[in-house]
T-cell receptor, first 114, second 113 residues
């Protein structure tokens, strides 16, 4: 299974941009990169996903390296409500059952200072 | 409202007493999955199901059973719970495919004494 590596923790100040990195050097050509976040006392929630091109949505942006071995989740202006654990995972799309088995890892704990 | 519903939300029980945690989704998702979350270990997948009557093991399946008799339900069964299964459990569902986001339930906190 393709695995991801993230820093254990990061800190940011409110209203500043945050760049959360993820390494996935064993990614296959058909793996999608997904990001989730988990707020305190809640279940994980979907943030964004991408395959090759950079992606933007109302929550964040996803920048994917050209070789796809790393990606960065960008929160453009961090707020106190963005303090959470952020998970980067890979989800296969090669057909069959490749999208079924998922490995989350420990994620990155983001602390946002007022 | 689209949601994944887990029950119970909290349970304290004793070793060896069979229990079932239910999970139901109202989004017509083919895929469902169970995770456990322990301090310092992140989320680990227990079992997943690609569709009705199709289930497979995740990374930590020992001590758990699942069934998928209906599309909307995916119960997690602990036949003989032990203290090392004390954990926070999450159910998730999605449409099939690598580009599909998962929707998670609010979690079930199990304490096995």
């Amino acid at each position: 299974d393709a695995k991801t590596t993230q820093p254990n923790s990061m800190e940011s100040n409110e209203e500043e941009p945050v760049h959360l990195p993820c390494n996935h050097s064993t990614i296959s050509g058909t793996d999608y990169i997904h990001w989730y976040r988990q707020l305190p006392s809640q279940g994980p929630e979907y943030v964004i996903h991408g395959l090759t091109s950079n992606v933007n949505n109302r929550m964040a942006s996803l920048a994917i390296a050209e070789d796809r071995k790393s990606s960065t989740l960008i929160l453009h202006r961090a707020t106190l409500r963005d303090a959470a654990v952020y998970y980067c995972i890979l989800r296969g799309s090669a057909g069959g059952t490749s999208y079924g088995k998922l490995t989350f890892g420990q994620g990155t704990i983001l602390t946002v200072h007022p | 409202e689209a949601q994944v519903t887990q029950n119970p939300r909290y349970l304290i029980t004793v070793t060896g007493k069979k229990l079932t945690v239910t999970c139901s989704q109202n989004m017509n998702h083919e895929y469902m999955s169970w995770y456990r979350q322990d301090p310092g270990l992140g989320l680990r997948q227990i079992y997943y199901s690609m569709n009705v009557e199709v289930t497979d093991k995740g990374d930590v399946p020992e001590g758990y059973k699942v069934s998928r008799k209906e599309k909307r339900n995916f119960p997690l069964i602990l036949e003989s719970p032990s203290p090392n299964q004390t954990s926070l459990y999450f159910c998730a569902s999605s449409f099939k495919g690598g580009n599909q986001p998962q929707h998670f339930g609010d979690g079930t906190r199990l304490s096995i004494l």
